[in-house]
């Protein structure tokens, strides 16, 4: 029993020390750190009654946090100080009094800027040196604003509006006449006809006919229906008709070749006694002869030019 307590008096000192000497290392610790927490951590120059900065834990005296941390300003290549505002911009860094228009120099700081070619400028000279202009107005269309475009053209939102109604068109359908943007409504109002067949509008395109509108679609053959426009056709009782339907319906037959007569093109034919002929047909049945301009014989239902009408 005597040897357990003496060996338990042993490890007790030893706890003992060892807490000491844990305690004394914390102690030595804290101190340290009071040390460094009180001189500047690059130079280790004292920062009592000094200002100094505070940078990831550690405290730096002006001069060295200024001269290891301080960003270049753009304008004037010095170092930003700690104490001064530091304005960013797309990584790069400026003085609050260097922070201005490239143009102008009146300060950019809380105002809106754009940027060009790396330079900063003030909306009204971007406005001025690079923005559209309205072809309506003709003022700058400032950055920042809604600009709408149209045939290669740009407005601003509150320009582009109907010739007639006066209302913004923004992205609406639109109809444009004589360089003049209307809306759809306005525009049928307007300008727009109808259908003399279907009675329906005509937005685009279309085919007049004895001085009526027509769409493409609705201008048909009065006979077979097929589709006159961009057709050659003949009008027959105020009624048009592709050249093969008039032809079967109405065209007269050559008393020779038994073909029609169209005089399509301004084509001369020949009439006699409720008979008619193309001008290339009208010949002598004997000899061929042309007999137009003429003088001619008949021989029942022959004709036949005066040598042969003689002869015979």
């Known amino acids: 029993m005597l040897g357990d307590l003496h060996l338990e008096n ?18 030595e610790q804290l101190k340290n750190q009071n040390m460094a927490s009180n001189h500047c951590h690059y130079c280790m120059e004292s920062l009592l009654g000094r200002r100094y900065a505070f940078r990831e834990e550690n405290s730096y005296c002006v001069t060295c946090y200024d001269g290891l941390f301080a960003n270049s300003c753009e304008e004037c290549k010095k170092p930003i100080e700690c104490d001064a505002k ?23 700081v809380e ?41 290669g053209s740009c407005w601003h939102e509150t320009c582009f509006v109907c010739q007639y109604c006066r209302q913004p068109l923004g992205t609406n359908p639109l109809i444009t006449k004589d360089n003049e943007n209307y809306c759809v409504p306005c525009f049928e109002k307007q300008f727009a006809h109808h259908c003399y067949s279907c ?30 426009s961009g057709q050659k056709f003949i009008s027959k009782d105020d009624h048009p008709y592709c050249l093969d339907c008039f032809r079967k319906l109405y065209a007269k037959k050559c008393a020779a070749c038994n073909k029609p007569i169209t005089a399509l093109g301004g084509a001369k ?7 008619q002929w193309h001008s290339d047909c009208f010949n002598c049945v004997k000899c061929s002869i042309s007999l137009v301009g003429q003088g001619f014989l008949t021989q029942q239902d022959d004709i036949l030019c005066r040598e042969c009408g003689s002869a015979a």
């Open 86 to 108: 530091d304005l960013s911009y797309k990584g790069r860094h400026w003085h609050e009094a260097c922070f201005k228009c490239a143009k102008c120099n009146h300060s950019l």
């Open 269 to 275: 034919f020949i009439s006699f006694e409720e008979r």
């Open 10 to 27: 042993k490890e007790n000192k030893l706890r003992m020390n060892i807490q000491k000497s844990k305690t004394m290392f914390q102690a």
């Open 199 to 228: 009675k329906k509008l005509i937005t685009t395109g279309g085919v007049t006919y004895h001085d009526q509108p027509w769409h493409k679609e609705c201008f048909l053959c009065a006979g077979c229906k097929k589709q006159l």
């Open 111 to 151: 105002k809106p800027f754009a940027a060009k070619d790396e330079l900063l400028l003030c909306t009204q000279c971007y406005s001025n040196e690079y923005s559209s202009k309205c072809f309506h107005c003709q003022k700058a269309i400032m950055p920042g604003s809604r600009k709408m475009e149209f045939k």
